[in-house]
């Protein structure tokens, strides 16, 4: 079992930055890829970043691709997301999400195992 706890989230003006953060606790959490996700009232849950343990390497949805990094210290058993140049359309709820270990990206919420309890992001024009 990975335990996961996302913190970070707020309201911010739009052009503004958060960084969210993801903690993990349980099993050895550098063996897993982690991702984040969003999802606002009325719709699915949708991509936003993942981040690979095997290589480090990382993707991103289309929509934030330029604004947010995602990162992850192993160390401190922490992934994060920096969200820079917030825009009223990221409002949503942010979600992390464990999965096990993949040579692909997984960009859908079904290829991830377990997830945190979400953290509330708002951004007002």
């Known amino acids: 079992q990975v335990q996961l706890v996302e913190s970070g989230g707020g309201l911010v003006q739009a052009g503004g930055s958060l960084r969210l953060s993801c903690a993990a606790s349980?099993?050895?959490?550098?063996?897993?890829?982690m991702g984040w996700f969003r999802q606002a009232p009325g719709k699915e849950r949708e991509f936003v970043a993942t981040?690979?343990?095997?290589?480090?390497?990382?993707y991103y949805a289309g929509s934030v691709k330029g604004r947010f990094t995602i990162s992850r210290d192993n160390a401190k058993n922490t992934v994060y997301l920096q969200m820079n140049s917030l825009r009223p359309e990221d409002t949503a709820v942010y979600y992390c999400g464990a999965s096990v270990p993949s040579y692909t990206f997984r960009v859908t919420p079904n290829a991830y195992t377990y997830w945190g309890q979400g953290t509330q992001v708002t951004v007002s024009s």
């Open positions: 981040i690979r343990w095997n290589d480090g390497n990382t």
């Open positions: 349980g099993r050895t959490f550098s063996g897993y890829d």
